[in-house]
């Protein structure tokens, strides 16, 4: 049974940091990219960053200079490394993990608030 567990979320000021994980388990095949999407109150889920198996990341334009995705293959990993973090990053953040199939970790809340 496959498992994506989600950590690192919280509360956090305006310009602090965050850092997220996501350990996934029982992907069997090869996982072509892992990722990184956040849902908003009100607004539909988008895409934050990707990593693919080759290492090739992609970031969306509000998060890019401020965000780090990165993993460890060995552990089946992702991680989001957030800096700089504005009010308009609060979300459930969720992980995300590609082979033939598409798995989605449970999600984690980031709030950025003073």
């Known amino acids: 049974q496959v498992q994506l567990v989600e950590s690192g979320g919280g509360l956090v000021q305006p310009g602090g940091s965050l850092g997220l994980s996501c350990a996934a388990s029982?992907?069997?095949?090869?996982?072509?990219?892992m990722g990184w999407y956040r849902q908003a109150p009100g607004k539909q889920r988008e895409l934050v960053a990707t990593?693919?198996?080759?290492?090739?990341?992609y970031y969306t334009d509000s998060v890019k200079g401020r965000f780090t995705i990165s993993k460890d293959n060995a552990k089946n990993t992702v991680f989001l490394q957030m800096n700089s973090l504005k009010p308009e990053d609060t979300a459930v953040y969720y992980c995300?993990?590609?082979?033939?199939?598409?798995?989605w970790g449970q999600g984690t809340q980031v709030t950025v608030s003073s």
């Open positions: 995300n993990v590609r082979t033939v199939n598409t798995y």
């Open positions: 029982g992907i069997i095949g090869i996982i072509n990219a």
């Open positions: 990593i693919t198996s080759a290492d090739s990341t």
